[in-house]
């Protein structure tokens, strides 16, 4: 082919294309796409003014049911658009109106359409990049009726391994859908999950069961779509997992019993987040979170200790917060025999009521207020102790009984309190120097 036949073929193309674009029919269908454009703008409008999740942007902390209706809103334009220009083109080929243009406008609407979808509800990068790199082109050669051709090609690669057929479009099935499903599960568990945690009329433990039975739902559910796409029978998959499930149990006997253990302290309402538990090995620490295998208990000093869900059923728990908030606690110290008990005992407990995180006053129960007593009498001075209630437990923030130590040190030393220090007295009985006969060696 000559540069000749090029140019003619080119000339022939320019005027084919000017003709086209001076054509009666180019002509009404730019017309019917401003038209199409303009209604779906104004009906856009008009319901996003009527919707009240759709009329502003919500602030931080918002509903994520507000979030999903705002991004929702802001969809609403493309959808129409894309919605009035399907059936504008479905009417011309009806009535034998040749529609070019309209398709074109429509593929290209429904392209603008899923690059805006992905930016709004896309949030990880490494999802939106695959979306965007495999998912809109393969969407494009739908549109323009070239996958069925592309889908072939890939059906004829294809690798035997026994007697499994492995084809490229196979592979590449599983991997499209399963990032898609990967993507819907994660994005589905955290607005339910969100929806859960903030309805007012379930208590803290009902949520969290709700929580994890919403969790493994979206698990199995998106398992068994997977292995749909995969190709898999689930018929015979189903007495497979019957002999396998024998196996299993036993193998993951542990799994399972944290699972159920779970869901029993859930249940049963002994455990709930925000309780500060003490464990029989020592371990302390506010419970954040449960999952489905243990729970996430966070101590003073900053650290996650994971404990399994079966340890809280099986072993001694001391759940400090859970029937009260309030906490009583003691504190020792000593004084030297000379003393007035009685009034240091009220100076101390003045001195202590005035504390701000201490319970203390005349509408308090008598039982409540903090109370100085005698423990027992030592070597060296009578030992005492202050007992008081508090909200909270006495550690990070709320540490009050290094305060009080403080205040009741100088309590005593601005009264003139003597703290006693350990005394001994040592006698000498025999008070005769005792004598040495010197011998000498015969």
């Known amino acids: 082919m000559d540069f000749s036949s090029l140019q003619t073929k080119w000339n022939a193309f320019l005027h084919a294309a000017n003709e086209a674009i001076v054509s009666t029919h180019f002509l009404v269908q730019i017309c019917l796409i401003a038209g199409i454009y303009l209604i779906a703008y104004l009906l856009a409008g008009t319901l996003r003014s009527r919707i009240p999740f759709t009329q502003a942007r919500p602030g931080e902390g918002a509903h994520s049911l507000h979030w999903l209706g705002w991004k929702l809103g802001g969809l609403l334009f493309p959808v129409l ?18 529609a070019w243009l309209l398709e074109v406008a429509l593929v290209v609407a429904v392209m603008l359409f899923l690059a805006s979808f992905i930016r709004a509800f896309v949030t990880s990068d490494t999802v939106a990049m695959f979306m965007r790199w495999v998912g809109l082109p393969l969407v494009f050669l739908h549109l323009v009726g070239v996958l069925p051709a592309v889908v072939d090609a890939l059906k004829s690669v294809s690798l035997s391994v026994g007697n499994v057929d492995i084809s490229a479009y196979g592979v590449a099935r599983v991997i499209i859908f399963g990032v898609l499903l990967f993507w819907l599960g994660r994005a589905s ?15 803290i433990t009902t949520k ?10 979206l698990f199995c559910i998106g398992f068994l779509l997977l292995l749909n796409i995969m190709g898999i029978n689930l018929t015979a998959l189903a007495v497979f997992g019957g002999a396998v499930g024998v196996g299993l149990g036993l193998g993951l006997q542990s799994i399972a019993s944290n699972f159920i253990s779970g869901i029993i302290i859930l249940l049963d309402r002994s455990l709930t987040v925000g ?22 208990l966070e101590t003073y000093d900053g650290k996650d200790i ?13 759940n400090w917060t859970h029937k009260d908030p309030k906490q009583r606690y003691r504190i020792d110290f000593s004084v030297a025999y000379k003393t007035d008990i009685r009034a240091m005992c009220d100076i101390i407990r003045d001195a202590v009521a005035q504390h701000p995180q201490v319970i203390s006053g005349d509408h308090i129960p008598f039982e409540e207020r903090p109370d100085c007593e005698i423990d027992s009498f030592g070597d060296s001075g009578v030992n005492m102790f202050v007992e008081f209630w508090m909200e909270g ?3 990070g923030k709320n540490r009050v009984g290094g305060d009080l130590l403080l205040l009741i040190f100088e309590t005593l030393r601005e009264n003139n309190i003597e703290i006693p220090f350990p005394q001994r007295e040592v006698r000498v009985i025999n008070e005769e120097p005792m004598s040495i006969k010197n011998t000498t060696p015969k």
Do not use: C, W
């Open 275 to 296: 309780d500060y538990v003490e464990l029989d090995d020592g371990s302390k620490g506010f419970v954040r979170e449960f999952k489905m295998r243990y729970a996430v």
């Open 393 to 395: 437990i006495d550690d």
């Open 81 to 98: 658009s894309i919605t009035l220009l399907k059936l504008t083109t479905v009417l011309g080929k009806e009535y034998q109106f040749n």
């Open 306 to 318: 994971l404990v399994p869900n079966e340890k809280f059923i099986s072993s001694l728990l001391i």
């Open 189 to 203: 568990n955290n607005v339910g999950q969100d929806i859960i945690r903030r309805h007012k009329t379930l208590d």
């Open 208 to 217: 969290e069961v709700f929580v994890k039975l919403f969790e493994v739902a």
